[in-house]
């Protein structure tokens, strides 16, 4: 089983910024991508950015060029250092990491972002 933490939410004022992690831990052989969703109230969750495991990354058109991914791979951890952060970024951010020896991708149970001033 693995386990999946995110931490770092917070409340920051409109062009502020937030650095999130995400932790995965437990019975770890091998990761492939680690990826962030986000989930604002009354939407459908919705991809974020996710990187691989040779660094590859990928954004939703909404945060590229403001938002930017990285990982340990040693410490099974991912960060997403969001910038210029506005109101609409506001929602739960999940982390989600997928296992490629079992198959099995791993939801963490989210941290609340919300860009108010």
């Known amino acids: 089983q693995v386990q999946v933490m995110e931490s770092g939410g917070g409340l920051v004022r409109p062009g502020g910024s937030l650095r999130l992690s995400c932790a995965a831990s437990?019975?770890?052989?091998?990761?492939?991508?680690m990826a962030w969703y986000r989930q604002a109230p009354g939407k459908e969750r919705e991809f974020v950015t996710d990187?691989?495991?040779?660094?590859?990354?990928k954004y939703a058109d909404s945060v590229k060029g403001r938002f930017t991914t990285s990982r340990d791979n040693a410490k099974n951890t991912v960060y997403l250092q969001m910038n210029s952060l506005k109101p609409e970024d506001t929602a739960v951010y999940f982390c989600?990491?997928?296992?490629?020896?079992?198959?099995?991708?791993?939801w963490g149970q989210g941290t609340q972002v919300t860009v108010s001033s």
């Open positions: 989600y990491v997928f296992h490629d020896y079992d198959g099995i991708g791993y």
């Open positions: 990187i691989t495991r040779g660094g590859s990354t």
């Open positions: 437990g019975a770890i052989f091998s990761i492939d991508a």
